[in-house]
């Protein structure tokens, strides 16, 4: 799939026969995937006499249209819920006159562009949706949700980031969540709306991206870290978490203790929940995924773990399909919720939504994964107790990202993928810069190491390799390198060396293949197998991969914010 594309073409012959004549229900008796015959991408075939625009308004009885309305209201938003921030009620976008509500904007606005995915041997090829968690305080209604007056009308931040991945083949969904705490340099942008192009930075927070032009900065600055393609992204504010938190009329969460989100000072989110499992809805559900001091160590890495667990919730209670049966209700809420929703010029209109929400649907509850990029607290001068990636586990959970690899270990059952790394150049032609990153301050650097390990390059047929005189400390050996296009090589030389393949990492810092020998290889013409991550096909356990299926999820309460 290209940039900006959405699958599900037979989608839209139903959304517009649907907003002309009333919904038949009868595609969808057996629920998603039964009833309905399906073509060869596993998609519900649309009659051949309906698609054609057949039949008379309103024809058949009553009773059976409206059900049909109220079971695909129910349907869509079980799946569009997964896409927005902590929320629900996007699922009810299949109203045309909604369209207007959505605000639009350009899904790139870096100078970088992204590269196409590639097909698997069916053909098939994943889509990565970006969703953004704005803080912006523009609104009466965003400024009473949010408090802090004095950035009333200010920048606003991207402080929620995930990027959703549904698999080539529809099978699973991997999630993965950059905390707004992340120090990293975001790219060059350009904001569409005035010209004005904003320099690349230095060290930075990611939630600054937001105010560099817009969403798309975000997604650039995404790109940049991750080179994992992104098809779209989805941004919602308070407001909006609120008015479709309100649709799905409470959320179960879990606390282990009493906990109040309040410190002396007046900080917190100010959620207030016994011990055990409650409901939450509307202003609490905001509350709940705000909260920061109350839960775990009090940090962001905590706040982001709390919203996986009600995400999760939040889609295993939809797709009970025991709520949402007040279409009058959903159109009031979805007329909130779209006023609050901004997406990228490929997701813009309800026919779009709706083709998106048929692809996310086919995926089972528990082949949903959430993780957190793995991060390390930041040492660098004004970011203490900020966080950056925490290397290589980083590169592993967005290499499988890339490679499609699910999160979970579990084997497709359709069809198996292609081969998605481009093939290497002869190792004769590979040109690698090798570097003597084995510097500790208790055993000082290897001397002449960069030489060593270039020779041995060197009788491997990588002629090429040659010594940099340039040091760069690493607790562990990386390969890195500039671009897409010498993914495949910097894979084999790692491949070469025996370093593991989740210790290739993407890097805008080097021109070319460059090898650093890491403080783990001090000696040796064999990178030592103790060192090397065992890659069992899973996320590594420092990304706190959560189970959508999960139901004993329940988060911890710091100490000092609990009461009786």
Same mark, same amino acid.
Not at 169 to 191: A, G, Y
Not at 198 to 226: D, Q
Not at 302 to 309: F, G, I, K, S
Not at 494 to 513: I, R
């Given at each position: 799939? =290209?940039? %900006?594309?959405? /699958?599900? +073409?037979?989608? &839209?012959?139903? *959304?517009?026969? #649907?907003?002309?004549? $009333?919904?038949?229900?009868?595609?969808?008796?057996?629920?998603? =995937?039964? %009833?309905?015959? /399906?073509? +060869?991408?596993? &998609?519900?075939? *649309?009659?051949? #006499?309906?698609?054609? $625009?057949?039949?008379?308004?309103?024809?058949?009885?009553?009773?059976?249209?409206?059900?049909?309305?109220?079971?695909?209201? &129910?349907?869509?938003?079980?799946?569009?819920?997964?896409?927005?921030?902590?929320?629900?009620?996007?699922?009810?976008?299949?109203?045309?006159?909604?369209?207007?509500?959505?605000?639009?904007?350009?899904?790139?606005?870096?100078?970088?562009?992204?590269?196409?995915?590639?097909?698997?041997?069916?053909?098939?090829?994943?889509?990565?949706?970006?969703?953004?968690?704005?803080?912006?305080?523009?609104?009466?209604?965003?400024?009473?949700?949010?408090?802090?007056?004095?950035?009333?009308?200010?920048?606003?931040?991207?402080?929620?980031?995930?990027?959703?991945?549904?698999?080539?083949?529809?099978?699973?969904?991997?999630?993965?969540?950059?905390?707004?705490?992340?120090?990293?340099?975001?790219?060059?942008?350009?904001?569409?709306?005035?010209?004005?192009?904003?320099?690349?930075?230095?060290?930075?927070?990611?939630?600054?991206?937001?105010?560099?032009?817009?969403?798309?900065?975000?997604?650039?600055?995404?790109?940049?870290?991750?080179?994992?393609?992104?098809?779209?992204?989805?941004?919602?504010?308070?407001?909006?978490?609120?008015?479709?938190?309100?649709?799905?009329?409470?959320?179960?969460?879990?606390?282990?203790?009493?906990?109040?989100?309040?410190?002396?000072?007046?900080?917190?989110?100010?959620?207030?929940?016994?011990?055990?499992?409650?409901?939450?809805?509307?202003?609490?559900?905001?509350?709940?995924?705000?909260?920061?001091?109350?839960?775990?160590?009090?940090?962001?890495?905590?706040?982001?773990?709390?919203?996986?667990?009600?995400?999760?919730?939040?889609?295993?209670?939809?797709?009970?399909?025991?709520?949402?049966?007040?279409?009058?209700?959903?159109?009031?809420?979805?007329?909130?919720?779209?006023?609050?929703?901004?997406?990228?010029?490929?997701?813009?209109?309800?026919?779009?939504?709706?083709?998106?929400?048929?692809?996310?649907?086919?995926?089972?509850?528990?082949?949903?994964?959430?993780?957190?990029?793995?991060?390390?607290?930041?040492?660098?001068?004004?970011?203490?107790?900020?966080?950056?990636?925490?290397?290589?586990?980083?590169?592993?959970?967005?290499?499988?990202?890339?490679?499609?690899?699910?999160?979970?270990?579990?084997?497709?059952?359709?069809?198996?993928?292609?081969?998605?790394?481009?093939?290497?150049?002869?190792?004769?032609?590979?040109?690698?810069?090798?570097?003597?990153?084995?510097?500790?301050?208790?055993?000082?650097?290897?001397?002449?190491?960069?030489?060593?390990?270039?020779?041995?390059?060197?009788?491997?047929?990588?002629?090429?390799?040659?010594?940099?005189?340039?040091?760069?400390?690493?607790?562990?050996?990386?390969?890195?390198?500039?671009?897409?296009?010498?993914?495949?090589?910097?894979?084999?030389?790692?491949?070469?060396?025996?370093?593991?393949?989740?210790?290739?990492?993407?890097?805008?810092?080097?021109?070319?293949?460059?090898?650093?020998?890491?403080?783990?290889?001090?000696?040796?013409?064999?990178?030592?197998?103790?060192?090397?991550?065992?890659?069992?096909?899973?996320?590594?356990?420092?990304?706190?991969?959560?189970?959508?299926?999960?139901?004993?999820?329940?988060?911890?309460?710091?100490?000092?914010?609990?009461?009786?």
């Amino acid at each position: 799939m =290209g940039q %900006g594309s959405v /699958r599900g +073409e037979g989608t &839209r012959d139903r *959304v517009r026969h #649907a907003d002309e004549r $009333g919904w038949d229900d009868s595609l969808y008796e057996d629920g998603p =995937g039964g %009833g309905a015959d /399906r073509d +060869e991408r596993g &998609r519900a075939a *649309v009659p051949a #006499a309906r698609s054609a $625009g057949s039949g008379r308004r309103g024809s058949g009885p009553p009773p059976r249209v409206r059900r049909g309305k109220r079971r695909v209201l &129910r349907w869509v938003a079980s799946v569009l819920s997964l896409l927005i921030i902590g929320t629900a009620g996007a699922g009810y976008l299949y109203y045309r006159h909604l369209n207007g509500n959505i605000k639009k904007a350009e899904l790139n606005l870096g100078k970088q562009a992204m590269v196409e995915h590639k097909a698997n041997s069916a053909g098939q090829t994943p889509l990565n949706i970006l969703l953004i968690g704005s803080d912006a305080r523009d609104s009466k209604a965003n400024q009473k949700l949010g408090g802090a007056r004095e950035t009333f009308d200010g920048p606003p931040l991207a402080d929620v980031q995930m990027l959703v991945h549904l698999s080539a083949d529809r099978s699973n969904i991997s999630v993965i969540s950059m905390p707004r705490d992340t120090v990293l340099k975001i790219p060059e942008c350009q904001d569409p709306e005035n010209g004005k192009t904003y320099r690349a930075t230095g060290w930075t927070l990611t939630n600054e991206s937001l105010n560099r032009g817009g969403p798309g900065c975000t997604v650039a600055a995404w790109y940049e870290l991750t080179g994992i393609t992104i098809d779209h992204f989805m941004m919602v504010d308070f407001a909006g978490v609120v008015s479709m938190a309100d649709a799905i009329g409470g959320v179960p969460v879990c606390v282990r203790d009493n906990v109040h989100s309040h410190t002396s000072d007046g900080k917190g989110s100010g959620l207030k929940l016994r011990e055990g499992t409650h409901p939450v809805k509307g202003e609490q559900a905001l509350q709940w995924l705000r909260t920061r001091y109350g839960f775990e160590d009090g940090t962001d890495l905590a706040r982001t773990h709390a919203q996986h667990m009600y995400m999760n919730s939040m889609v295993r209670e939809l797709r009970k399909n025991t709520k949402l049966t007040d279409p009058n209700k959903l159109r009031k809420l979805a007329e909130a919720a779209t006023s609050a929703l901004t997406v990228d010029t490929g997701l813009d209109t309800v026919t779009k939504l709706y083709g998106l929400a048929e692809e996310l649907q086919r995926v089972p509850t528990d082949r949903i994964t959430m993780t957190t990029m793995p991060n390390f607290y930041s040492t660098r001068p004004g970011f203490q107790g900020k966080v950056e990636p925490k290397q290589p586990d980083a590169e592993q959970l967005f290499r499988m990202v890339r490679e499609d690899v699910p999160l979970d270990g579990k084997a497709s059952k359709r069809k198996p993928p292609a081969e998605t790394k481009d093939a290497a150049a002869p190792t004769d032609e590979i040109g690698v810069m090798v570097r003597n990153g084995t510097y500790t301050a208790e055993l000082g650097s290897v001397r002449g190491r960069a030489t060593e390990v270039a020779d041995v390059l060197d009788g491997k047929g990588f002629t090429e390799a040659k010594a940099d005189t340039q040091s760069d400390p690493q607790d562990r050996t990386v390969v890195y390198y500039p671009s897409v296009d010498l993914e495949g090589d910097a894979q084999a030389v790692a491949k070469a060396l025996g370093v593991p393949v989740a210790s290739v990492k993407k890097s805008t810092e080097v021109s070319g293949v460059t090898l650093v020998v890491g403080a783990d290889w001090r000696e040796g013409a064999a990178y030592p197998k103790d060192a090397a991550t065992q890659d069992d096909g899973k996320a590594p356990e420092s990304a706190r991969p959560l189970n959508g299926g999960d139901d004993t999820a329940c988060m911890d309460v710091q100490p000092g914010f609990t009461w009786e």
